[in-house]
């Protein structure tokens, strides 16, 4: 069997795997797990296969013409570079892992299986981005990705949160897709073609006519779908869904996206030196603000969302200095440990029964309950917080090289300003990271209060996966080297310079938070705070959604809590109340668009009801009013119509009569 022909399989057996698990799901429940778990697990095996046979090599390119459109014509294509399958792999494989820990923590919800079904779609649209060749056909998986993250987001559709937070997710991912779309077809109006490879030629031709027009409409799209700042805010909100499809939209689909957009069609990006400089500035605010907004959140869940929009502006920050190596490396790389620390964090909250670390902080022996939870965790903690020899630091050192070699002008693809941009702001970024990565280790795993009940071991379908993910999490960097083909063909390792400060702000932002709860862990017991509702013994899925309910109910919001032992707020001081909030960018995205639509759809259903329906109710009344005049002459008697009629006749006579009169006289 050829690669393409492999390739071909990769996305289309989920897609097979969704259908199938929505035809029987109802009829025959007994099939749901084997085809949610069986196509994606047989895909992940095609997409290592062909990864190994692309080899890192020239890229392999296939294409047959899908409809002809009278001008750009639109092609069922396939392009397999080395981005595109080491992508395709962590996609297939952590769509695996989710179904299959899925399958436990969802043992008992009615709708499971259109649950599994819409993850099966999910993967398959991403793989469908990955893999195509042709960009109305990426768009096509673009846009399936939309549509399933928001009936995943609010699979908790009885709670309020889940409902605004999955209809937020379409909104404003769909908002910056307008754009997208716009940039997609003028692209194709300058280059005369929708296939990226044709594409990629023409730009180095100099064939584009517009290149910062179409670079920043491209961007907006890219900010929507890959939450960047100013279109982030989403993110976190989508927290409402199910904790393995947070880890799927954080680690492997969906945000990943946006990246990898840019990625292949970084030159299209780099002919304008403005956009890159934009693309830097989006990507140093979304790490500083992210890593301020992570370190004053209560919920364990939107820690780790901020985390990923702060780890996502490290990428947007090697593409805005021209290295999509390095960002490649570091989706990868996130990919992994940001699966672990979702699906661990799965397991805490099943084992605690609140989402609260504040409530955490007030138990003891979780650790000891969920030790693989426990040790997963704190492997991806040190992992993301970029702590050698994990793979976070490997990749997010290529960043931070990309950037020193911008800045000193060792490359010259992008300006030094954007170099220097996100140098600057990547160092801060790995102070904060560090802080709200001890800060969640602290609160969550050395606790100090009632012990955690005991409800047994947890699945292993659960407990396994996070241990497989713990792997890559481990050693991806350390296989760097070897891998530098698939990257673009150059070194990804890390220099000393930057290697050693990285590192030693990266210590002092976690000793920092540790000396800072020290300071106020003694707090902690004379505060009593209670969000813990859900019941251990229930499936994970149910605690859940208890627990954001609760967290709700009791501290009137599912991002804070007035928890005075918490070291962030220690750490924030008068930021924090900003902080928590994500900086008012809600409140101000209300008052500048929401209210005024709002507005606007009161004035239209207004001149709807009461005028448009007054003309309308009053043409039927006129109608109503002839009517009844008219059923009143219909009395039935013959005589009354008799004499009607000769009266008519008469006055008609007269009538006649006056009028030829009239012209005799003239």
């Known amino acids: 069997m050829t690669t393409t022909t492999l390739a071909a399989l990769v996305p289309l057996l989920p897609f097979l795997g ?10 025959t429940p007994g099939f749901v797990r084997p085809l949610a778990i069986l196509p994606t697990l047989t895909a992940a095996v095609l997409a290592v296969l062909v990864a190994v046979r692309q080899g890192g090599g020239r890229a392999i390119d296939a294409a047959t013409q899908l409809t002809p459109t009278g001008s750009v014509p639109i092609d069922l294509a396939l392009h397999l570079d080395g981005f595109a399958v080491l992508v395709a792999v962590l996609v297939t494989v952590v769509a695996t892992c989710v179904q299959l820990y899925s399958t436990a923590y969802l043992r008992g919800d009615a709708r499971y299986p259109s649950y599994a079904a819409l993850v099966s779609l999910f993967t398959s649209a991403m793989l469908l981005v ?5 960009l109305m056909v990426l768009l096509v998986g673009w846009e399936i990705m939309g549509i399933c993250s928001y009936f995943l987001v609010g699979h908790y559709w009885e709670t309020p949160e889940a409902r605004a937070a999955s209809l937020k997710a379409f909104l404003v991912t769909k908002l910056g897709d307008v754009p997208f779309l716009i940039g997609l077809f003028a692209l194709a109006a300058d280059t005369g073609s929708f296939r990226i490879t044709r594409i990629l030629a023409a730009v180095a031709n100099g064939g584009l006519d ?84 992570a370190l004053a959140q209560d919920d364990i869940k939107r820690v780790l969302a901020y985390s990923t929009i702060g780890q996502l502006g490290y990428m947007s920050g090697a593409l805005a200095v021209g290295d999509p190596g390095a960002a490649v490396f570091h989706l990868i790389s996130h990919g992994a440990f940001k699966a672990v620390l979702f699906l661990a964090a799965g397991v805490v909250i099943h084992a605690a ?25 704190t492997v991806a903690l040190l992992a993301l917080a970029a702590i050698p020899p994990f793979a976070g630091f490997f990749s997010k050192e290529a960043v931070l090289v990309a950037a020193e070699h911008t800045a000193l002008g060792d490359r010259t693809v992008a300006p030094a300003a954007a170099g220097w941009t996100i140098l600057v702001a990547g160092l801060l970024a790995a102070v904060l990271t560090a802080s709200y990565a001890v800060r969640l280790w602290l609160l969550a795993f050395r606790g100090r209060g009632a012990e955690v009940p005991d409800h047994g071991k947890q699945p292993l379908a659960m407990t396994s996966v996070l241990w497989l993910l713990a792997v890559p999490t481990i050693g991806f960097g350390l296989s760097a080297g070897l891998l530098g083909d698939w990257f673009d063909g150059h070194a990804l390792t890390p220099s000393l310079t930057t290697a050693v400060l990285s590192t030693g702000v990266t210590l002092v932002g976690g000793l ?84 005024p639509v709002q507005a606007v759809a009161r004035l239209v259903r207004f001149l709807d009801r009461e ?40 006055a008609l006579a007269i009538a006649a009569v006056v009028f030829a009169n009239v012209n005799a006289g003239s």
């Open 353 to 377: 029964g609140t989402n609260s670390l504040a409530a955490m902080s007030r138990m003891s022996g979780l650790a000891r309950r969920v030790p693989d939870a426990f040790w997963t965790m």
């Open 210 to 293: 517009h290149p910062t027009l179409i670079a920043l409409l491209l961007l907006a799209g890219v900010a929507g779908k890959s939450a960047q700042f100013p279109l982030h805010t989403w993110l976190p909100d989508a927290m409402a869904g199910p904790t393995p499809v947070s880890a799927l939209i954080h680690a492997a689909t969906m945000v990943a996206a946006g990246i990898y957009f840019v990625a292949r069609l970084l030159p299209v990006f780099a002919a304008s030196g403005a956009a890159l400089v934009v693309l830097a500035v989006m990507a140093a605010v979304t790490m500083i603000g992210s890593g301020l907004a």
């Open 512 to 595: 920092v938070t540790y000396g800072a709860w020290r300071h106020t862990t003694a707090l902690a017991a004379r505060t009593p705070l209670g969000a813990v509702a859900a019941h251990p013994g229930a499936e994970p899925a149910l605690v859940e959604a208890e627990a954001m309910t609760s967290h709700t109910a009791v501290y009137g919001t599912i991002a804070d809590a007035p928890d005075p032992a918490d070291p962030g707020r220690l750490l924030l001081g008068p930021l924090h109340r900003h902080a928590v909030t994500g900086f008012h960018l809600d409140a101000l995205y209300t008052a500048l668009f929401v209210r």
């Open 18 to 27: 969704s259908l199938a698990g929505l035809a029987v799901g109802r009829t």
């Open 611 to 650: 005028v448009v329906d007054t003309y309308v109710n009053g043409t039927g009344a006129v109608t109503r009013l002839l009517g009844t005049a008219v059923r009143r002459a219909q009395t039935g008697n013959v005589q009354t119509y008799v004499s009607a009629l000769l009266a008519g006749s008469l």
């Open 130 to 134: 990955v893999y195509s060749g042709d």
